[in-house]
């Protein structure tokens, strides 16, 4: 397989879209908009995984088992994000994050 | 059937105890029923009681040892505590008389507690008071003795302040009560200490480990203490002095409890547990010492406060005191024969008194001034000629009972002092003397209340047959009750005593002494409250000495001591540590809490609320962890389970 790509490449396309979805993650005031970041943040590590894998242990397939487990878990935990965004929007007809801070002191 | 009640002695203060169950739970709103429930358990104990006295005193092999049988109460590695009876003449004696007093004292308050609104309760109270008194007379074990006299002890504060109603009796309840309370307090500490040193709180093994006391590494002085401890004890339960305080107060309970208290139960309970604990005392001639001292100077104190008292009550009550105080002067010489003997009749001619004042103030409607009496023998001849009965019983004229028990601790205390203690001379002075004054202000007050002119304002009737039957029993008892002791036959001696039987001759010299004595303190009474109708020569005496008079009529201003002392001291004191407490200790604990409040306050404001904040946390510092691992120094990565 030598066609030139390094894992460097993999590794900096993950670190950014890691950085990315964690940017969104925190500095979004919208539900939705965080709940995709999330994602973006777990498609990051996933292609991590994968690349590790490919570099490391070619025969065996560790690293996509892995990836697919948390594809598994990532759209658990949306279907889950959601239920609760339509749950909170409907109760207080919002989904802004700022104002769901009633579990503060 | 001796047999079967020899061995089941602890039926005796069972029954009484039953009564009073049954009547608080089952019978209290029938005053009828529990009257006689609780007469009839008193009276079956008295049954029980008497085969016993048969038992023991046909077998003279209790003499020698007393019959103990015990179960085990609790206990654990190395420290038992049994529970059990013990039974020898002195405690068959007691139980004879201890429930024969209470019979009688419960069939009279059928009479005079009639129409109290409380009947019920007065006889459950009356049943549980006996029961204490029997369980304790046949404890085998200091500790057992102590749970009984106890409860003897809240007998006591439950029937002084049985008239709720009055201020003066709950002041006098809670005044015997804490008083005592202090003596038991000194006594707990002595039976702590024996514990201890000896291993053991039972009564035969105690008598056995006492006298080689060196071997369980107790100094003499430290016996001393012991004893000394444990004699605080009887000071306060039989009103030695200086706790004496409580014993006058407590005849505001109704007059049968004055007479239970004063004869058969709670103050002879003290005298009882110094003749029990004996062997402990002849070790130590120190605390003997102390012991016959404080007797001999309560009874002449006693004596010398009765004789201005102007309430029936009051001067018997002092007159108690007084007699303890002959009793502990009797143990303090070692005789326990003597002391057992004045117990004896005392219980019995004090508890005719007792009885025979409650009598008159029933028919005076509680007028109890004896100043205000006179004449009343016409009206109320056998109230009347059964107090004379016991006025001579006192005052110790032969034959009646009292002359031989005050003669025996006559001659005992003559022959400790010719044993080389020259204390003795004192003691025995004083002891005379009180004869003389026991005399007198008795004759004083049975003259003043029913010889002399009758009063127009009275109207005294003779009270009815539940209460004079008892008085003319005690009367009986009263004159003959000391014939089983008299120098010639002493069968008392014989069966009740310590140490070696002693046979002393009959001292007709000392008991000419006591009878002169006795007839010139009655016949001084003669002259100046009834020969001389206007009393005109008292009345002289009094205003001449003021001083003295009021000295005593005031207690020797004794309870006036105490009450500065409480109110000075002790309320000081508690002022100073309530100070103490509520700054210092509370300060302590409230300022621990205010610090924790203080900082969970200021520590709340971290908990923002906003997810998105904490996620940074957690991202911030998963990256501190991540950099520290990578490249920080080793030491702290091997702490993290580092890469390397």
Known sequence: MGTGLNPSYFIGLSAALFAIGMYGALSKRNIISVLISIELMLCAVNINLVAFNKFLTPDAFLGQIFAIFIITVAAAEVGLGLALIIAISRRRETNNLDDLNWLRW | MVEFALNHAWLVPLLPALAFVIIVFLTQ???????????????????????????????????????????????????????????????????????????????YSTGYMKGDPQYSLFFAYLSLFGASMLGLIISSNLLQLFVMWELVGLCSYLLIGFYTFKVSAREAAKKAFMTTRIGDFGMLLGILFLQIKFGTLDLVELAAAIPMFEQFGVSLGL????????????????????????????????????????????????????????????????????????????????????????????????????????????????SLSASMFHLWTHAFFKAL????????????????????????????????????????????????????????????????????????????????????????????????????????????????????????????????????????????????????????????????????????????????????????????????YQSLYQLSYNKFYIDEVYAWFTQKIVDGTARVTYYFDIYFVDGIVNGIAAVTRGSGKGLRYLQTGSMQTYALVFFLAILVITVVLAFGSPSLASIMGGVK
């Open chain 2, 29 to 107: 709103r029938w005053k009828r029923l529990s009257s006689l429930v609780s007469i009839t358990a008193m009276l079956g104990s008295f049954v029980i009681a008497s085969i016993i006295a048969y038992g023991v005193f046909t077998n003279h092999e209790f003499i020698e040892k007393s019959l103990v049988y015990s179960l085990k109460w609790f206990g654990m590695e190395g420290f038992n505590i049994n529970v059990g009876v013990m039974l020898d003449p002195t405690s068959s004696m007691m139980l004879f008389m201890v429930s024969l007093v209470a019979s009688l004292i419960q069939i």
């Open chain 2, 223 to 334: 016996l001393t203490l012991i004893a000394l401890l444990f004699f605080m004890g009887p000071v306060a339960k039989s009103g030695q002095f200086p706790l004496h305080v409580w014993l006058p107060d407590a005849m505001e309970g109704p007059t049968p409890v004055s007479a239970l208290i004063h004869a058969a139960t709670m103050v002879v309970a003290g005298v009882y547990l110094i003749g029990r604990t004996l062997f402990l005392y002849v070790q130590v001639p120190g605390a003997m010492e102390v012991v016959a001292a404080i007797g001999a100077f309560t009874a002449l104190f006693a004596a010398a406060i009765a004789i201005t008292q102007r309430e029936i009550k009051r001067i018997l009550a002092y007159s108690t005191v007084s007699q303890l105080g002959y009793m502990m002067l009797a143990l303090g010489v070692g």
């Open chain 2, 353 to 544: 008194m007792f009885l025979a004042a409650g009598s008159v103030l029933h028919a005076l409607h509680n007028k109890a001034d004896v100043w205000d009496m006179g004449g009343l023998i016409k009206k109320m001849p056998i109230t009347g000629w059964t107090f004379v009965v016991g006025g001579l019983a006192i005052a110790g004229i032969p034959p009646f009972a009292g002359f031989w028990s005050k003669d025996e601790i006559l001659v005992v205390t003559m022959e400790y002092a010719k044993h080389g203690h020259a204390l003795g001379y004192v003691l025995f002075g004083m002891a005379a003397f009180t004869a003389f004054l026991t005399a007198f202000y008795m004759w004083r007050m049975i003259f003043l209340t029913f010889f002399g002119k009758e009063k127009a304002e009275n109207h005294p009737h003779e009270s009815p047959w539940s209460m004079t039957a008892p008085l003319i029993v005690l009367a009986v008892m009263a004159s003959i009750g000391g014939l089983i002791g008299t120098p010639w036959a002493n069968i008392w001696g014989e069966w009740i005593n310590f140490g070696e039987v002693h046979h002393a001759e009959p001292a007709l010299g000392l008991m000419l002494l006591s009878v002169i004595l006795a007839l010139a303190g009655i016949g001084l009474a003669y002259t100046l409250y009834c020969k001389d109708g206007e009393k005109k020569t008292a009345r002289k005496l009094a205003e001449n």
